[in-house]
């Protein structure tokens, strides 16, 4: 069983920077490939990042050059770094840890972009 927990999230003006985090407990994450998701009012969740183990990273074409997915395996930690954050962008996000047919997602954090 793996516990999830993000957090970072809160309310930023148009331009501005957050970083989330997302720390895992109850196994290594070192072997599981980490994704962050958003999830707006009305709107499906969609992917925005995500790490393998062998921390290659993909990521949403509409985040590509402003987020950044990075992984701290000694820490248990997965960190969204999100620049020039938009209206948009405004969601909540999640983490989520995969590994094989075992899946897992944090509660969620809350990321408001607005003046």
């Known amino acids: 069983q793996v516990q999830l927990v993000e957090s970072g999230g809160g309310l930023v003006q148009p331009g501005g920077s957050l970083r989330l985090s997302c720390v895992a407990s109850?196994?290594?994450?070192?072997?599981?490939?980490m994704a962050w998701y958003r999830q707006a009012p009305g709107k499906q969740r969609e992917l925005v990042a995500a790490i393998t183990g062998g921390s290659s990273t993909n990521y949403v074409d509409s985040v590509k050059g402003r987020f950044t997915i990075s992984r701290d395996n000694a820490k248990n930690t997965v960190y969204l770094q999100m620049n020039s954050l938009k209206p948009e962008d405004t969601a909540v996000y999640y983490c989520k840890a995969a590994f094989g047919s075992y899946i897992y997602w944090g509660q969620g954090t809350q990321v408001t972009v607005s003046s």
């Open positions: 109850g196994r290594r994450l070192s072997l599981y490939n």
